[in-house]
């Protein structure tokens, strides 16, 4: 199954632009591959954005498996 997504922030709003990718994969991620998406070294910041609620996540065997498109949404500064 594959889904697309596009990437479309602020600073791309004033120049009109779009990036959509097409992504081939899961639809939940770990904790470590948000963390790697979103660049961040600290992963009790993706704890707190899903505790906030800012990004949708399961927690699977006492392991947090995160909502791709929640995160996508996040990362496109919907909903901030």
Known sequence: ?????SIFCEYLQKENDIMTV???GPLLVSREKAM?????KD???ITRLIQSGQI???KVGGRYKIN??????FANCEGR
Not at 36 to 40: A, C, I, W, Y
Not at 68 to 73: A, D, K, N, W
């Open 1 to 5: 199954m594959s889904i697309r997504i």
């Open 22 to 24: 097409t992504i081939d």
């Open 36 to 40: 790697e998406l979103l660049d961040v």
């Open 43 to 45: 992963p009790r910041i």
């Open 56 to 58: 949708k996540a399961l």
């Open 68 to 73: 791709l498109q929640s995160l996508v949404r």
